[in-house]
């Protein structure tokens, strides 16, 4: 990418559900026309682009389109096949390119690359076949048995005791290529959320605080309150490294374990927005999603400021299911920021929206936001 794409062009992404939808109003905000390949012809990206492209990710017809009307195109989903994105780039600037997405692919890869980076991970050891599994050492139990390919939102993963659990997780998981990780005893999770430019400049996010429940992440808060500077310092540091070694364009986000003993490793990386920066939007001058605009289409890229704390609630499906949230409950109190994905279908654990409170401190925000918890049903954290 040798110059800016100037407002007025059309952005391309392949994807079309919330991060897409969210990419597409930061995008027209800025003035770009946008541009989604989506097979969904309801996908709440598609439902606010200026141009929607129903076909599936492989389609060379609705890639060829997509690169018709594009100036340049992104993606949402790391799931994404890293060779559509290689044909996309064969005509158009592509961010993330095809090699660092096929790495965020694969967790084996992953890890290989946190290794490079001089990051350290939790110990693990690929398992590939029956042997493989034979030979795993009894030091890696407990573990989690995860599939090297297309898990996110903890699908694909089974925790694991004994070797008789392990056996029958690898035979759940339909004997594909897994990883088994060492379950180390984790304090905290948190995450950063960088983005990289063409010329290698990099900036980043707050470091943010999250709660999972069921591996989807339910709560966010910023800043972390229970993870000192120096750590919060050294986690920046170590996405930044991450991001740079993988020679990245556009917004990344690195998820850690913090252990009970203090130290820090690193867990899996997302290539591009992720749920745990929707806070950005509300809280802070410049969104994750801004700035995988400008990531994109070689603007500059200032660093984010935090200009409120906050603590962000994913709205999953399970709160419609046999009633309507109360959301002039919700609405009544100061600093809620609602925002729903337009999707038509509530089901248990889809994300349907998220809610971000912002206050002038910490405390506030978490006070506000165990109010809003009790209408809508969301157990406290």
């Excluded at 990710?57 to 060829?64: H, N, P, S, V």
């Excluded at 740079?244 to 913090?258: D, P, Q, T």
């Amino acid at each position: 990418m040798t110059r800016l794409i100037p407002p007025g062009a059309t952005l391309g992404v392949m994807g079309g559900g919330q991060l897409a939808r969210m990419f597409v109003h930061a995008a027209q905000q800025m003035g770009y026309s946008t541009a989604v390949l989506d097979a969904d012809p309801a996908s709440p990206a598609g439902l606010v682009a200026h141009h929607h492209i129903r076909t599936d990710y492989l389609d060379d017809a609705g890639l060829a389109q997509l690169a018709d009307v594009s100036a340049a195109v992104t993606t949402e989903f790391e799931n994404v096949p890293a060779r559509s994105l290689a044909r996309l780039a064969e005509r158009r600037p592509v961010a993330p390119g095809a090699a660092a997405v096929a790495v965020c692919q694969d967790r084996l890869a992953e890890k290989a690359h946190f290794v490079r980076s001089g990051v350290a991970c939790a110990p693990h050891a690929a398992i590939e076949s029956s042997a493989h599994l034979e030979s795993i050492g009894d030091e890696l139990l407990p573990g989690i048995l995860k599939t090297a390919r297309l898990g996110y939102d903890g699908k694909g993963q089974v925790r694991v005791r004994t070797r008789e659990q392990l056996q029958q997780a690898w035979n759940e998981l339909a004997n594909v290529t897994c990883v088994l990780e060492k379950m180390l005893p984790l304090a905290h999770e948190i995450s950063v959320i960088v983005a990289r430019g063409d010329d290698g400049s990099v900036v980043d996010l707050p470091v943010q605080q999250n709660l999972h429940r069921d591996g989807i992440l339910a709560v966010t808060r910023v800043p972390a309150p229970d993870v000192n500077t120096d750590l919060q310092s050294r986690a920046i540091e170590s996405a930044r490294k991450i991001v740079s070694e993988l020679a990245y364009v556009g917004v990344l986000c690195v998820e850690f374990f913090v252990l009970q003993d203090g130290s820090l490793v690193v867990n899996e990386m997302a290539p591009r927005p992720h749920n745990s920066g929707h806070y950005s939007i509300d809280a802070c001058d410049v969104s994750q999603f801004d700035l995988q605009v400008r990531a994109m289409t070689g603007a500059p890229l200032v660093q984010p400021r935090l200009h409120s704390a906050c603590v962000m609630l994913n709205l999953l499906g399970d709160l419609w299911i046999g009633r309507e949230p109360d959301w002039a409950a919700v609405l009544a109190h100061p600093g809620v920021h609602l925002h729903l994905y337009g999707k038509t279908e509530a089901r248990a654990g889809r994300k349907m929206g998220h809610l971000t409170v912002t206050a002038a401190n910490a405390h506030e925000a978490d006070a506000v936001a165990r109010k809003v918890a009790v209408p809508l049903g969301i157990e406290a954290w």
